[in-house]
């Protein structure tokens, strides 16, 4: 285990996502260092590593989770890879981040929930919007009950960042390895609703669609690779219990695309009896009073952004989040407030499924344990 309060050895698996948000993140933390980097492809590692000064490039993710210096294991990788590296992980005492959603299914994320009750250690899922100051305001004033009971959330995820047919087959057009819109941005709304609302799913009906059947191959364009992975997601969940009763009854609806063309959207509304809550992607909350008409801005810090990030919610959640759990570390503590556990990794996962099974018999589906 980890000395109280020495400096932190950061592995990071991965070299997409961890290159853009996690590394730099982890850069700007006091006490932190990023020692070690693995990819699956090893010249993407080495470039990051490189551009970095990142001073171990693994030849496998094997090779960071058991470098000696490494204390907190980052695992950015495609879903289908999280059950074996973070089992390898915690079985060597490492603390682990686990990009979301936690696994492909219920089976692999409670091996992994067990896995870190014997383990120990800090296990964590990285579900940084929690850690924006708009949210974080809006999850304190529903508690406050400032518009009372919640009857209905909507949640709107809109881009156009796979509406190019001619965009190359990659992971994420693959099922098998966990890609699609709902684990993508469904574990982050699903996780987003229960935590704001203190509220469990007790039914979702699904449906998936895949707007785009085919991509050009990843290796040669000249040939087709069919996609097997959703494009696009709509929910409608019931609420019930959880540890907020004032949101217990009630509904939400949720469409996510990734094929959408226009202004990208991602935005989360929580309507109550006395008014209502806006949360936008970037974190700038809103409130409505009944009968006003109109929204009023609620002012709140934006937070900080680290250098060599672009500024959107994910990067200045990350901001935080990375604080957090350095701080966490260096303290010797295994928990952070707000911070999503494996068990709540474990939660959401039974809402995707349970969406998915909805989405095969085009009927409502109930979450296992629910």
Known sequence: MLAKGNSIGIGIIGSGFARATQIPGFRACEGARVVAIASARRERAEAVAREFEIPFVGRDWREVIEHADVDLVSIVTPPSTHLEMTLHALAR???VLCEKPLA???SET?????????AGTLALVDHELRFLEGRRRAHAMLRAGEIGRVRHAAVVYRADSRADAGRAWDWWSDAARGGGALGAIGSHVVDGLRWMLGAEVARVFCQLSTHIASRPGDDDNSATRPVTSDDAANLLLNLNGGELTVASGATANVSMSFVEAGEPLHRLEIFGERGALRVEGDGALWRAELGAGAWQRVETARGELAQGMRDTGWSRGFTHFAQEIVRALREGRTTIEDAATFDEGHRTQLVLDAARRSHASG???TPAGA
Do not use: I, N, T
């Not at 409670?110 to 014997?118: D, P």
């Open 363 to 365: 009927s409502w589906a």
């Open 104 to 106: 492909m299914d219920a």
């Open 110 to 118: 409670g091996e992994m929930l067990r896995a870190s009750g014997a």
């Open 93 to 95: 005492g490492k603390a």
